[in-house]
Structures are given as C-alpha cells and as structure tokens.
C-alpha cells in the first residue's frame, strides 16, 4: 500500500471521494450489482483500492454497511441519511439523497476555493511588495533626504501608511488564525442550544445554516414518510440519532410538543433554524402521501435556493476583495510617490 492510499485511509475522506464512492453504489445497485462486486469494481480504480478493501474487511468483520461507511470516515449526515434508509429498506433513495447533499456541498467547496484563489495571490504579492518597501526602500529613501525638513513630514507620514498596512494585514492574519483554533475548540465544548443560538446571530451564515438545516429535516422526514410510517413514528426514528446534532434535537422538541396536545403553529417558530415556509407545509391538513409530496417539492427548492445564495454571495465577495486590494495598492503607490515629489522639488 502505497503512503497516498495510508493517508486516505487515516484521514477523512474528500467530498469529492464521498460523492463518486456514493454514486458509485447508486448507479451499480440499480443496474443490479450486489455490494460486493461494486467494490471489486471500486477497487479498479487504484485511488479507491485502500477504501474499498477497508469497507470490504469491515463487512466481513461483521459490520453494517452504514458502519463500514463510518469506519472510512464518511461525512455525518450522510450516515444518518443511509442509517434511516437502511431501516425502512430505502437505499436507493438514500443514496439519492446523499449524492444531492454531497454534490452541492463539493459545488459550494469548489467554488469557494476558485472565489478566494486570484484574490489571495494578489494579497500574497502584496504583502511582499509592502515588506520590500518597507525593508529596502523606505531605508534607502531616508538615507537620500537625510535632514531635509520639507520632505521628512511627507516621509514620516508614508511610513506610518506603509507600517500600519504591513502590521496590520499580518494582524489580521493571526488573528483570524487564533480565533479559527479557538472557535473550533470551543464548538467541540458548546451545548447544542448555544451552537443554535450563535447561528442564528451570524448575519449571513444564519440564512444559509437554516435552509440547509431545513433541507435535511425535510429530506429526512419525507424519506421516513415514503416507508408508510406516520409523522410521530417518524419523529421518533429521527430523534434516535445523534442527540448533538441539530436534526435529531428539533425531532425531540417538536415530538414532545406534540405529544403535549400543541400543534406546529406553536413549536416550529421556536425552531430557529427552520423555515417559515416548513411550518406552514406542515400545519396544513394533509394525509401522508400528500405531506411527503410536498416536502419533496420544497427539499428540491431549497436546494435551488441554496446555490443561488451561494452564487450571490460569491459574486459579491470576488469584486469586494479586489476592490480592497486595489484601494491598498493607491494608499502604497501614494505613499511611495508624494515624498519623491516632494524631494524633487525641495531640490
């Protein structure tokens, strides 16, 4: 086994890896392929061999699909999606499901790093002109002026521009480091009502947090829905799963709302990070058939919803970052320009 396939195996995987493993099962289960031959044929590709013969073995060890999933460290939600599935013999379904998840996912990742690539170059270049400037130049520059008094207040003032760009941008790298380290280490110690709480005050976060928050309820339930199972049987199933996880908690909450004769017109508002709209779908009255219908529907808007906020904010955000550097790049030219004119013409 080669140093690549020991590191895939220790480490999580990819969403790409995740995505095409998923879709993988899901396209060889419905041309008729047990499990087992769909990872011989996972195994053809050499970068899949070591996840495919450590799902093989977990098999044979006597594991569940969705634990030998686990065992490779396949993302959470996706294992909740297949452990539901699994429980109401819905597996294609569920593979559907988490192939949408992960695809969207991977799209937003990917054009994340697309969005931040040219920008963070420029800003990297940046910081080097500024650190040349402020190291070669600038010395070199107070050297030539010496003790002229009509230049030594522009030069002063420049240098005070050039150390307060320099200090600062790498401020603000550090401090968004530590508050990186710091934040993930606090998420780990967090109850789940603070974590809920601090979302929904994140100004633009909190709107992406709560569609997609709704599209998984709705999935979820719908999925649940499909197998026969009334909506309280599937509250029930959906609370079982992890209880740190914000799925499972508002199942919980909206199940023993319930069960106290409250309807959902009182209990989904409280749910921050559900829609308006889940409510109202939930509140009508509808029989089974027609409810998993409609959070179909709404799943699948969500979903589009989702990308063209993503889309929005990415448009934003590309011409916001480089309009910024351009405005640093004047302050620099300015502050390395005026006190050579300034020189040139005390001479």
Known sequence: MDLRAIYRNRTSLSLHDQHYILYRFQQLFKSGYSLNDVLEILMWDKNYQSVASSIQQSLQNGNTFVESLSNVHFNKEVIQFLTLALQHDNLAKGLEHCCTLLQQRKEFIDKLKKLSRYPLLL???????????????????????GNNANVQFMFISAELVINFLFYGIIGCILLSGIMLVCGYSIRQILPLERKIDICNHLPIYKHYKRMNTTYLFAIHLSSLLTSGLTINECLQIMKAEDKEDIIPYYAAMISEHLAKGYSYTSILPQCQLLTDQLGHI?????????????????????????????????????????????????????????????????L
């Open 282 to 346: 939930m509140s009508k009255d509808r029989n089974q058939s027609q409810l998993e219908s409609d959070l179909n529907l709404y799943a699948e808007h969500l979903i589009r919803s989702l990308e063209n906020y993503v889309k929005k904010w990415m448009g934003f955000l590309q011409p916001f970052l480089l309009s910024v550097l351009a405005l640093f790049i004047v302050f620099v030219y300015l502050a390395l320009m005026l006190p050579m004119f300034d020189y040139m013409n005390s």
């Open 123 to 145: 800003f990297s270049f940046f910081i080097v002109i500024l650190f040349f400037m402020k190291t070669s130049i600038f010395p070199s520059f107070a050297q030539l002026i």
